[in-house]
């Protein structure tokens, strides 16, 4: 594309051909206001807040910034005497119709424009017919919705005969674009994803914050152009695509799949994680009755710096809270729930404590069991917790009651003073268990991986073997096989990834030696073992079976099918089996 | 019918990675199985033939349980299918001939089942004392 | 009925290497291979002889030859369990199926006394089921235990139960197994000896009796069969000869072959 | 492709359970019992059901044996006839006749145990005579 030079406030300026004086503009740091204009919009220069005064041939016009071309030899000027006293014209008009909107007000202010030139005809109004939410409605997201109608000073903007229409799918574009702030929307139900029920946030975003690598997904439940996509059976499959048109990287590709990668590999590591427990299961804390009634994972949301409210500790309603308690082993230790402890909830738990304190200054109370603080520097971070002022009742937190004012009530019992305690605070933060994946029986399943009775996967042996598993060359990692906390599950990771390393390194497996073997003399052929192999490792072979060694993993299953005897379990032959049979029975 | 002071002899086949486990498991947890439990480790217990659990009374035992992982537990994915298929054929058989099907079961426990190991393991000596030996069964 | 028979195997022998069924001999009956040529006067139906046992034998030696067999009912179930195990090859028999006689299928306690390619003869009424499985299944255990010593205690230990069953044909026996069968014992341990083949048997016997026919002890030996037929029938719904396509089902995983409702351990 | 039965009677004892063995071309493959039978009734003992065993077995002696020089060395029949004839000559000289005793075999017919009895009797000069199969 061939560059044009213009000139710009008195400067030089390089510009791509077709560009607009705007886009130039922008793009050089020199302001132009606008109401009107959108990036991924075509321009229409309905407001016309950006005129700049254009001289060409020593011709001197005013023009719309947005819409006209940046050509070569042009010369801009944007603040210039007749420029501002243009735009005070137009900000003049603009705050007679909508004397109340704070866009316009701070654009008279800047102009001058001390008082409406006209009197309002309606002096609550917003819109200023700039268009820009038709556009957005009928070019991007092509659920043609919003149009104008009537003529002249009739002019408005809205869905057809000013009704709800079910053809508006909610996704609140139209709102994003709007200068003025003049359209709501009602949601009659939630369109847009929701993060850990905290908030939403857009429908393409980044899967957790730790992702790796650290792309975003498009959610396409809630993507304006997937939406579209289905609600016309794909008729409109060109909705939207605002993404794809600010991408200046061209990273967005709307005909991306789903894709099932069928990879040959040399060693499995397991690493799917935990689930958290859900507390409503235990009705007594409340949980979902108050939005102030959190879970240990929601407040760490909550505070985090990109969260919804940028990491400050609020309550729902948008004031900090006064009194925090923070209940430990919900769903842990608990034989109504979990019996196992959870092991990473006392250690967040003091660190939410902290963080209450340090962000709100609110008194916090602690219902714990026993303080486990077993890792290293654990056990100094909790007497720093304790110093900062938090405090700690020994004795499970019993419930959680929402009062008639919004305000919750927590009863638990403080072993220490041997008497029932209650506080009325602000906010509960949950700390619920931790809990092996609901499809760890799938997992299980394909690869052929015991389930310990708390649910986790089983390691081989619990202190010798806690990374391998029973099937060769599958291994553990982190919460899969129990609940860990980071440095625990980098650790065990490590280890996993080191034996997997180390699997793969010497080219060549190990098989274990207790193979079924085929003694033909004694083989009639029936073939009754064949079907009995999960592995197929036996064939008939010039009418006999044979077994593949290597595929053999040695269970025995055939040895006790074939009626002859003609199949030997090597290191389980029958005649060790009777040996040992009389062995033991000696021996009592 | 039991007899007085009566210390069955009871020949546990179990498979190596679920009950074996699991009764390794009952041990390093200190749980208090049966010391008539004689166990005898196989792979799979699609391993025991019908021919062994009868070798196994043959030669002396009083009782004979085969142990093997839950169905869709099994380390080899079907072997104890074969097991479960079988070994109700060898308990009729046993009542065919007048031994008393109640010496013989067949429990699935798995290697996380510590607990049940030892309450299985538990009644079934029960049951065994209760029965009284099999010699005199046989042999009266 | 003999003569219809005489006449579909001399036609049979235009296409056919040979056909098996049983000769008259100057003293007494055996099976035979007959040839193009052979005097087919002396062809007889009984005494009945397992003659799958020798369609297997002639296969496995003349890997090319295509026979026919003069087959009873019970000669056709045993060679359906017989093909499903390699023993013969059913592309290369050619079944002349006749039905057995009314008091046959008395004797033999046959339900289904005529085989499925029945050329011959009309099918007879269905024999009555074993009245001792019945006897047997209803006394108590100290009465069968009782009952089985007595008989077991016969035993010779002859292996002619096995012998004659064309349905072992195995190269090496689990009875002859020292690992299970402790050697030098007569009468043979009990029970295992005749529990291991009763075991076997399960999914293979296709009540055709010659065990007990063969057996010089006189021990009932198809009441214990005949029970585990039943057992795997309810377990497994396997009825041993009835479906060349049924595979045997003690080979199979749940998935394939599961188990009868309610009929679990 | 000869398939024949011949039938027999069972060679190992005084039963005589009749039999026919199987052969196919030439060479023995199994025995049926005969069902026609009335003496055995189509059933057989594990001697008769084992009863050809012994007729292609490696190990079957084709040829007397005469020990030379501590070594069983083949003979042929008449060398065997005489030293045998020579030895219990000797003996029956040196010791008398009832120092010989005689044992026959199931394995031969009547008529060949009728003849061990009169060699036995008439010709050796005792009763110390006697049979395998006593039953």
Redesign the interface.
């Known amino acids: 594309m061939s560059m044009v030079t213009l000139t710009i406030d008195g400067q030089k300026v390089e510009a791509q051909e077709g560009q607009t004086i705007l886009e130039v503009c922008r793009k050089n740091s020199i302001d132009i206001p606008t109401l009107c204009y959108h990036p991924a919009l075509e321009p229409y220069g309905a407001c016309r807040m950006c005129t700049v005064e254009v001289i060409r041939h020593g011709w001197s016009n005013l023009h719309t910034a947005c819409t006209h071309p940046a050509w070569d030899g042009l010369e801009v000027k944007t603040n210039s005497p007749v420029v501002r006293e243009a735009r005070k014209t137009i900000v003049g008009l603009l705050l007679s119709r909508c004397p109340k909107v704070p866009v316009i007000q701070e654009l008279a202010l800047e102009y001058g424009v001390k008082e409406p030139p006209f009197a309002a005809d309606n002096p609550d109004e917003k819109c200023i017919l700039c268009g820009q939410c038709v556009r957005v409605c009928n070019d991007m997201v092509k659920a043609h919705v919003l149009n104008f109608s009537q003529r002249g000073v009739d002019r408005v903007v809205g869905p057809p005969f000013m009704e709800k229409t079910r053809q508006c799918i909610g996704c609140g574009a139209c709102t994003i674009v709007c200068p003025t702030g003049a359209i709501e929307i009602v949601l009659e139900k939630s369109a847009v994803y929701a993060e850990k029920p905290l908030g939403p946030t857009s429908a393409i975003y980044v899967p957790s914050l730790q992702a790796v690598p650290r792309v975003p997904v498009i959610d396409t439940d809630s993507c304006i152009r997937f939406r579209q996509q289905d609600r016309t059976n794909g008729e409109i499959a060109d909705a939207c695509g605002a993404c794809q048109m600010l991408c200046e990287v061209g990273a967005i590709d709307f005909t991306q799949k789903d894709e099932i990668i069928e990879l040959d590999v040399g060693a499995v590591i397991v690493a799917t994680g935990f689930a958290m427990w859900d507390p409503k299961k235990l009705s007594q804390y409340s949980y979902g009755k108050s939005p102030n009634i959190i879970t240990g994972d929601q407040f760490e949301r909550l505070s985090n710096a990109g969260g919804p409210t940028s990491g400050q500790i609020l309550l729902a309603d948008g004031r900090k809270p006064e009194k925090v308690a923070i209940i430990h082993c919900i769903g842990s230790r608990d034989h109504n729930a979990h019996e196992y402890c959870s092991r990473i909830c006392c250690m967040y738990a003091l660190k939410h404590a902290h963080l209450v304190r340090d962000k709100t200054g609110a008194e916090v109370f602690e219902f714990y069991m026993d303080m486990r603080t077993f890792g290293k520097g654990y056990e100094e971070f909790y007497e720093r917790v304790q110093e900062e002022g938090v405090n700690m009742i020994r004795g499970r937190g019993a419930e959680v009651e929402v009062l008639p004012d919004g305000k919750l009530r927590v009863k638990g019992e403080d072993a220490n003073l041997g008497r029932i305690v209650s506080a009325n605070v602000d906010m509960v933060v949950l700390c619920t268990a931790i809990e092996a994946q609901p499809d760890a029986d799938k997992i299980g399943a394909l690869f052929g991986l015991s389930r310990s009775q708390d649910g986790f996967f089983a390691e081989a042996h619990p202190k010798l073997r806690p990374v391998e598993t029973n099937t060769d060359g599958v291994f553990l990692a982190g919460c899969a096989q129990g609940p860990r906390d980071v440095p625990d599950t980098v650790a065990h990771a490590g280890a996993a990834a080191s034996m997997a390393l180390a699997l793969m390194d010497k080219g060549e497996v190990v098989i274990s030696p207790t193979t079924a073997k085929v003694t033909r003399e004694k083989c009639v052929g029936c073939g009754d073992c064949i079907p009995v192999c999960p592995y197929t490792a036996i064939a008939r072979v010039d009418g006999k079976a044979e077994i593949n060694a290597a595929l053999c993993k040695g269970c025995g299953t055939c040895v006790a099918t074939c009626p002859s005897g003609a199949i030997e379990a090597l290191h389980f032959t029958d005649e060790q089996l009777v040996a040992q049979i009389e062995g033991v029975l000696a021996w009592v | 019918m039991g007899v007085e002071g009566f210390?069955p002899?009871i020949?546990a086949f179990m498979c190596n990675?679920?009950t074996y486990a699991g009764a390794d498991?009952a041990g390093?947890a200190r749980m208090e199985s049966p010391a008539?439990i004689?166990?005898?480790r196989?792979?799979?217990s699609?391993?025991?033939?019908?021919?062994?659990v009868?070798?196994?009374?043959?030669?002396?035992?009083d009782g004979v349980l085969v142990m093997g992982?839950h169905?869709?537990?099994c380390?080899?994915?079907?072997?104890n299918?074969?097991t479960?298929?079988?070994?109700?054929?060898?308990?009729?058989?046993?009542?065919?001939?007048?031994?008393?099907p109640e010496r013989m079961e067949?429990v699935w426990v798995?290697?996380?089942?510590a607990p049940r190991f030892v309450q299985v393991t538990k009644a079934f000596t029960q049951k065994i004392k209760e029965l009284g030996p099999l010699a005199q069964?046989?042999t009266? | 009925m003999i003569d219809e028979i005489r006449k579909a195997v001399a036609e049979r022998l235009n296409e056919l290497d040979g056909v098996v069924a049983l000769r008259r001999w100057s003293q007494g009956v055996a099976p035979h291979l007959f040839q193009k040529g052979d005097d087919l006067s002396e062809l007889e139906i009984a005494p009945k002889y397992p003659l799958a046992t020798l369609v297997s034998k002639l296969h496995k030696r003349y890997p090319t030859i295509k026979l026919g067999i003069v087959a009873r009912g019970c000669d056709e179930r045993a060679f359906i369990e017989m093909a499903k195990r390699n023993q013969i090859d059913p592309d290369r028999l050619y079944i002349i199926g006749f039905a057995c006689t009314a008091e046959d299928a008395q004797a033999c306690y046959c339900t289904e006394p005529f085989p499925k390619n029945l050329i011959v003869g009309t099918p007879p009424a269905p024999g009555p089921v074993n009245p001792l499985v019945a006897k047997y299944d209803a006394m108590p255990l100290v009465e069968r235990r009782a009952f089985w010593k007595q008989q077991f205690n016969k035993c010779l230990k002859c292996y002619g139960c096995r012998n004659i069953c064309p349905e072992c044909f195995c190269e090496a026996c689990a009875m002859e197994d020292m690992a299970w069968v402790e050697p030098g014992l007569l009468a043979p341990p009990f029970p295992t000896f005749h529990m291991i083949r009763a075991m076997h048997m399960a999914s293979r016997c296709v009540a055709c009796r010659e065990c007990e026919h063969a057996c010089p002890a006189h021990i009932p030996l198809t009441v214990l069969y005949d029970l585990m037929r039943r057992d795997i029938g309810d377990l497994l719904g396997y009825v041993p000869g009835a479906d060349i396509k049924a595979q045997p089902p003690l080979s199979l995983s749940l998935k394939q072959s599961p188990l009868r409702q309610g009929a679990a351990h | 492709m000869e398939y024949k039965n011949t039938l027999t009677t069972c060679i190992y004892c005084g039963c005589g359970c009749s039999m026919f063995v199987e052969t196919m071309d030439g060479h023995i493959t199994g025995v049926w019992p005969a069902k026609t039978n009335q003496i055995s009734g189509g059933k057989l003992c594990i001697k008769g059901w084992n009863v050809t065993s012994f007729v292609d077995h490696p190990d079957r002696l084709k040829t007397p044996l005469i020990r030379k020089d501590g070594k069983l060395v083949e003979a042929t029949w008449d060398e065997a006839l005489t030293l045998v004839a020579e030895k219990l000559n000797t003996v029956k000289k040196e010791s008398g006749p009832d120092s010989i005793a005689l044992l026959s075999s199931a394995k031969c017919t009547n008529e060949e145990n009728y003849l061990m009895n009169k060699l036995a009797r008439a010709v050796v000069g005792t009763n110390n005579i006697d049979h395998c199969a006593r039953l």
């Open positions: 210390e002899k020949v990675w679920c498991n390093v008539n004689l166990p005898i196989v792979m799979c699609g391993r025991v033939s019908p021919e062994a009868m070798r196994a009374f043959r030669a002396g035992a992982c169905i869709g537990d380390h080899y994915s079907a072997g299918h074969r479960i298929k079988r070994m109700p054929l060898l308990r009729n058989l046993l009542s065919y001939v007048g031994v008393n067949l798995s290697a996380a089942e069964e046989v009266e």
